[in-house]
C-alpha cells in the first residue's frame, strides 16, 4: 500500500471547536446555505455573504489545530510513498499542524478572490465588499470559498491522484456534498482499500470497505499510528 489519498471535512476541525455545517447547532442552522454559499446569494447580499465568511475567518484566531491535525501532518512528514491529503474545509488548521501535501478543494477563508481577474491574495480580517483587486483594481475581492454551483478546486489533481490511491481514507464528513462525496466510488473504481472515521454513519458509508466510528482526536491518530507499521491493525 504506497499511494494514499485522504480527504477531510469539517468533522476533523470540530474538536477545535470550529462548528460543523449539518450538525446540531451546525454553520448552516444560522442560515439556509443558499442566503450565504451560492453566487446567487453574493449577488443579492454581498454584505450578509461578507459578514457571514468575515466571522469564520475570524474564529480561526480563537482555535487551534486538535490531534487529528497533528497526526495526519505526522503521516505526511513520514510516509515515503505519494500522500494527498484533499480538505473540504476552508479553515488553516492543517498547514497550522504542519501538512503540506494538501489541497483545499472548496477554497480558503484566509484567502480573496478577484472576481473579476480571478487574482488571488491574502484576505485581511475582515473583506468589505467592494474590496479593490490588487491587481486589477477592479472593486471586485470576494471571499476565496467555493460556493454551491460553482467548480471546486483541483478537481484534475484529485482525480488522478484517486486513480493511482491504494488506500483513501474519509474523515469527518457527512458525504452531503459532491462530487466530494463520490470520491470513494472513484477510488473503489480504480482498486483502491477504503476506511471512513467519521463520529456517525454518513452518506456515504455504504461505499466503504471499513468504517470506524469515533471522534477524529482518538481515530485519527490510532490510525496514523497503525499506517505507519507502529501498531499492528487491531485483529
Ligand atoms: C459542483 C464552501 C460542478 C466554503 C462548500 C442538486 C442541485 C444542485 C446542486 C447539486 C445537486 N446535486 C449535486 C449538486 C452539486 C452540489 C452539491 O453537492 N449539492 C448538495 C447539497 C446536494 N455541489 C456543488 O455545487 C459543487 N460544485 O458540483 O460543480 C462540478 C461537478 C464535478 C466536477 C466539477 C464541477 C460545489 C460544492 C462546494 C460548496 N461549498 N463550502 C464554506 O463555506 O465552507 S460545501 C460545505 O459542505 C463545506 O465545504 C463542507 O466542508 C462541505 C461538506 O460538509 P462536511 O465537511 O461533510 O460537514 P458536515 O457538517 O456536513 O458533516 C460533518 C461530519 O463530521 C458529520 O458526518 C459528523 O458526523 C462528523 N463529525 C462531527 N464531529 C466529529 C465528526 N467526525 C469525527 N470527529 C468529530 N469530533
Redesign the pocket.
Known amino acids: 500500500m504506497h499511494n494514499l489519498v485522504i480527504l ?5 476541525s ?2 477545535s471547536g470550529l ?5 446540531p447547532g ?3 442552522e444560522g442560515h439556509r ?1 443558499e442566503d ?2 451560492t453566487p446567487e446569494a453574493l449577488a443579492a447580499d454581498a454584505a450578509l455573504v461578507h459578514r ?2 468575515d466571522l ?1 475567518r475570524q474564529a480561526l484566531a480563537t482555535v487551534q489545530p486538535n490531534p ?1 491535525h497533528e497526526a495526519l501532518a505526522r503521516l505526511d512528514r513520514e510516509w515515503p510513498g505519494e500522500l494527498l491529503i484533499v ?4 479553515d488553516d488548521l492543517h498547514e497550522r499542524a504542519g501538512a503540506t501535501r494538501l489541497l483545499h ?3 480558503e ?1 484566509k484567502s480573496a478572490l478577484c472576481a473579476l481577474c480571478g487574482v488571488r491574495q491574502a484576505s485581511p480580517a475582515v473583506l468589505p465588499p467592494g474590496t479593490e483587486c490588487g491587481a486589477c483594481g477592479a472593486p471586485a475581492m470576494r ?1 476565496d ?8 478546486l483541483g ?1 484534475e489533481v484529485i482525480e488522478a491522484a484517486l486513480a493511482r490511491a491504494d488506500l483513501f481514507v474519509s ?12 470520491f470513494v466510488q472513484t477510488a473503489r473504481w480504480h482498486g483502491a482499500k477504503t476506511l471512513e ?6 452518506a456515504g458509508s455504504v461505499f466503504f470497505d471499513e468504517s470506524r466510528m ?4 482518538a ?1 485519527v491518530p490510532a490510525w496514523v499510528d497503525e499506517v505507519l507499521g507502529i501498531l499492528a491493525p487491531p485483529r
Open positions: 477531510t471535512g469539517a468533522g476533523i470540530a474538536e462548528a460543523t455545517f449539518r450538525g451546525g454553520l448552516w446555505v450565504v454559499c457571514f465568511y469564520r487529528a480538505t473540504q474545509n476552508v478543494m472548496h477554497g477563508l471571499p470559498v467555493v460556493f454551491f454551483g460553482e467548480m471546486p478537481i474523515i469527518g464528513t457527512s458525504g452531503a456534498v459532491y462530487p466530494a462525496a463520490g472515521l467519521n463520529l456517525d454513519p454518513s469515533g471522534p477524529a482526536s481515530l
